[in-house]
């Protein structure tokens, strides 16, 4: 019999097909003394292993490319934290065997971060998924990760690490379910950048028994188990309906009376510009920097490094608008030259711009590389701010910008809801903002983007997160300067229509969601979307949100 369960669907499309379980291993190991000569050999298997699995981690990161390389990246460095190794080098010299001692020293960081409350709670699951690798290794037992199968299957995990996802056939993975998760998380971004139909945040997912047939509807979030013959069909044909619009859509994004809605893509590095060419992006709406300070976290990449890795992507976009955002270090991300090490939240910290401003040296360099970069080139070349908090952040910037010989527009980006509640004021010191989703939500509801317990908060569809918006764009419309969103909202084609009905300019995206965003706008017209997008805001919950713009769109 058909039952229906609802989660977060986080990665468009439709999966039917047989549940497969990520696989598992005993991984925790016994508690054992050993002898104080034996520490240094311990120690040295420690390290290792350790060593072994960043490697692994970065090589998974080249082959993927693109959100998953950077993802990756990251995960190795914290596979080699030095505090962390510290902590296990410790647990060695008191008698601890080397796979017990990382097993306590990473589930005391665990505790530590999950017990603070801390920004970095939401990245649990990378860290137990490094934790699990290194203590593989040393016991000599399977890595967890992705079943092997034959035939092609719906996976289905408590959470996936984005080592896993990265590296996901779409050819036999057709979709995947999890318990756990958010729609920012990283495995959820990394399913969009695959093309991967996935839901998330589903409660009761991993008690699906193995071999259950499921429909997975990443669109809705809906996941049909046992469905029927009825339900296959109808969700089959939706999808081929959904590939025949996809494939009619092409141009310039544009609502159904030609109002111009540029669609841009969010790139992680020249990895992910190719995609984005394929599916016609206007631009790069988000080129993010990071990618670069990753490759060593103890001092920042030289000008020339910089210089070369900016202009594969600007050479891509000729004549096209491209919005560089400076580098984002803090919080989720730390660099060892750049973020302290003891900041209790760092999600309230010293992170974004605030850090770029306590080493304008870095700053600096990254502002004289893109001008460079962008010497000799057509491309429309902006630069972004991430984290501004009010006209004194937006000054700073922009200081910065015309001191480095910038010749390129410069905007901040509305992360904090002070942002967009004083978005004019801001508007006077720069010449676009940029609204990242993301955070606006997570800072506006108090609720950390990777925690699936909280992603109802997270949803985009929040009238309270659209008000936001609304405020952000009607500043940027009197100021006669633009409004993009950058964030994941914008990948949502409902919610683009929205967007666009709420006065939002352009809207950027993963490359995997651009079609589906120009098929959806070209439906209707700029007056439909502000219907919509008015009904979305008298809403009380962004599920009444979402209903009221689809009732609206719909003509019901």
């Known amino acids: 019999m058909e039952t229906t369960l609802r989660g977060v669907g986080v990665s468009h499309g439709v999966a039917i097909g047989e549940v497969r379980h990520m696989g598992t291993a005993v991984l925790e190991p016994p508690a054992m003394q050993i002898p104080a000569q034996e520490?240094?050999?311990?120690?040295?298997?420690?390290?290792?292993?350790?060593?072994?699995?960043a490697a692994d981690l970065m090589a998974r990161g080249n082959l993927a490319g693109g959100e998953?390389?950077?993802?990756?990246?990251?995960?190795?460095?914290?596979?080699?934290?030095p505090e962390l190794m510290a902590d296990v080098d410790r647990r060695i010299a008191v008698g601890s065997t080397a796979e017990r001692a990382v097993y306590d020293a990473f589930a005391a960081y665990r505790e530590l971060l999950a017990g603070a409350g801390e920004y970095l709670a939401g990245r649990v699951a990378d860290l137990d998924d490094v934790r699990n690798r290194i203590v593989a290794r040393l016991l000599g037992v399977p890595m967890p990760g992705v079943p092997d199968s034959d035939h092609p299957y719906v996976l289905v995990a408590r959470d996936l690490a984005p080592a896993d996802t990265?590296?996901?056939?779409?050819?036999?993975?057709?979709?995947?379910?999890?318990?756990?998760g958010g729609p920012t998380s990283h495995s959820a971004i990394l399913a969009r950048a695959l093309g991967v139909p996935a839901v998330v945040a589903l409660p009761g997912a991993v008690e699906l028994g193995e071999g259950t047939v499921v429909a997975v509807d990443g669109s809705t979030g809906e996941v049909f188990v046992h469905p029927s013959e009825e339900r296959k069909t109808e969700l089959a044909a939706a999808?081929?309906?959904?590939?025949?619009?996809?494939?009619?859509?092409?141009?310039?994004?544009?609502?159904?009376?030609?109002?111009?809605?540029?669609?841009?893509?969010?790139?992680?590095?020249?990895?992910?510009?190719?995609?984005?060419?394929?599916?016609?992006?206007?631009?790069?709406?988000?080129?993010r920097t990071e990618f670069l300070f990753l490759d060593d976290s103890e001092r920042a990449p030289s000008e020339e490094k910089q210089i070369a890795a900016y202009r594969q992507v600007l050479e891509a976009f000729p004549e096209g608008r491209v919005v560089v955002r400076v580098l984002?270090?803090?919080?989720?991300?730390?660099?060892?030259?750049?973020?302290?090490?003891?900041?209790?939240?760092?999600?309230?910290?010293?992170?974004?711009?605030?850090?770029?401003?306590?080493?304008p040296d870095v700053l600096r360099t990254q502002l004289t590389a893109l001008a460079k970069a962008a010497e000799g080139l057509p491309v429309h070349l902006e630069v972004m701010a991430p984290m501004v908090a009010d006209r004194a952040d937006a000054r700073a910037f922009a200081d910065a910008c015309r001191a480095a010989g910038l010749r390129a527009k410069f905007g901040a980006m509305v992360e904090i809801p002070s942002a967009a509640l004083r978005a004019r004021s801001i508007l006077r010191e720069v010449e676009f903002l940029s609204l990242g989703t993301n955070d606006l939500a997570q800072y506006t509801f108090a609720a950390d983007r990777q925690v699936g317990a909280v992603s109802r908060l997270q949803d985009p569809w929040q009238p309270a997160l659209l008000d936001l918006v609304a405020l952000s764009a009607e500043a940027a419309r009197a100021e006669g300067k633009s409004c993009g969103v950058c964030g994941e909202a914008a990948s949502d084609p409902l919610l683009a229509c929205v967007l666009t009905g709420l006065g939002v300019t352009?809207?950027?995206?993963?490359?995997?969601?651009?079609?589906?965003?120009r098929a959806t706008l070209a439906k209707f017209t700029l007056a439909q979307c502000e219907r919509a997008a008015a009904a979305a805001r008298a809403a009380d919950s962004a599920e009444e949100a979402r209903s009221a713009a689809q009732g609206v769109l719909s003509g019901e």
């Open 239 to 287: 999808a081929a309906e959904r590939r025949a619009a996809l494939a009619a859509s092409t141009g310039p994004g544009a609502t159904a009376d030609g109002h111009k809605v540029p669609l841009l893509a969010n790139v992680g590095g020249p990895a992910d510009v190719p995609a984005a060419v394929a599916a016609g992006a206007e631009g790069v709406g988000l080129f």
């Open 39 to 53: 520490a240094g050999r311990e120690q040295g298997r420690a390290r290792q292993a350790v060593d072994a699995v």
């Open 166 to 180: 990265a590296l996901l056939d779409p050819s036999l993975v057709l979709g995947f379910v999890t318990e756990e």
């Open 506 to 517: 352009s809207l950027s995206m993963g490359a995997a969601s651009l079609p589906y965003v």
């Open 328 to 359: 984002d270090a803090g919080a989720d991300k730390p660099l060892a030259f750049l973020t302290p090490a003891d900041e209790p939240n760092p999600a309230l910290g010293v992170r974004g711009l605030r850090t770029l401003l306590d080493h």
């Open 68 to 81: 998953a390389q950077a993802v990756l990246e990251a995960q190795a460095m914290m596979a080699q934290d």
